[in-house]
């Protein structure tokens, strides 16, 4: 069984660059399989995973939407990991509530109970 090679940052920005000039990509795993298609031409040893192709999405100048849905509210951002910037908003009774969750370094969204990423799509800015 062949080894899987592990392939360059800049090689993967830049397949990934080039895929959004030409069309928009509406999941994770769709992106992943483009940036392996492109990535075969040159050898059929290079493989890579959704998250990292993501991750790497995250990096270049490109527009990332991403759609939310219910579960437990995280620590840290579930898209790059990086820290959260919270909003609260307080009750009727003056309690203090969590509306809503922001990541400065991705441009991840949560709010009302909608937390966990479920599908993210990338379209050219």
Not at 10 to 32: D, Y
Not at 36 to 62: H, M, N, Q, V, W
Not at 81 to 89: I, P
Request: charged share 35%.
């Amino acid at each position: 069984m062949p080894l899987s090679k592990v392939p360059k940052k800049e090689i993967v920005k830049f397949i990934i660059k080039e895929a959004l000039q030409r069309q928009k990509i509406s999941t994770q795993s769709e992106l992943a399989g483009v940036v392996a298609k492109k990535l075969k031409r040159g050898d059929r040893k290079y493989s890579i995973t959704g998250k990292r192709a993501r991750l790497i999405a995250l990096e270049i100048p490109a527009r990332v939407s991403i759609k939310t849905r219910r579960g437990k509210v995280p620590k840290r951002c579930p898209s790059c990991s990086h820290g959260l910037k919270r909003t609260y908003s307080k009750n009727l009774f003056g309690k203090k509530l969590l509306s809503g969750l922001r990541c400065q370094k991705c441009g991840y969204r949560g709010s009302e109970g909608r937390w966990i990423p479920s599908r993210y799509e990338f379209e050219k800015l």
